[in-house]
């Protein structure tokens, strides 16, 4: 069974959005040097972590080749993250290195997605990978297998003291729920919420702090 892996709140200035949060007492990690990264993270010791995003520029020629070359899923909720700023999206991840048996599930269940294999070099120098599935359903959270290298490092803690993220709220409302309850047998840090669509905030354990209300 998968777990959930991360959410993702998307920002304009990925710059700012570190400095805030690192003002807030957050520990923030740049995906790469700061002068290149489109993104940033908040790791915990365990459970779902956070990545603070800025969406990559994408020529149009690059994405008709993406269409042609079958990333439609992926340009489509880059779309959807690009209407969406703050908590846009979240995902799934297995513990295994690859999602072979889910890519052969969704297949089974006749379930288009986009399955390739990432990779960043972190500001460790670490190289990672990692492999994604995306489904066309822009409204059911991404799959993705763990990492090459854990990106953990030893003891993570936070000058604000927040420990871990207690439970993320999900809108219902056109969520594959049968899928989801498929995928997903630990449901304890998820809440669907009625009458609305996606992520729409995370809780963190023994704290009423909200990213949302730092990053204005």
Known sequence: MMQISHVLFRTDDLNRAVQQLTDAGFNVEYGAHPSKAYNAFIWFEEGIFIEIFKIPVIPPPFR???RLFGYSPVLDRMKVWNESPGWCDWSLETRQKDLKYYQLLLEYLDIGCKAFKSKRKDVHGRKLSWRLAVPDDTRFPFLMSAYSVNPRLGKITHPNGIKRIKMIKVGKEK???VLLDALLED????????????LQTV?????DLKIEDILI
């Open 203 to 207: 809780d963190f354990l023994h704290s």
């Open 64 to 66: 008709w080749f993406g």
């Open 175 to 177: 969520l594959d729920t």
């Open 187 to 198: 449901k304890e840090a998820l809440m669907l919420m009625e009458g609305c669509e996606g």
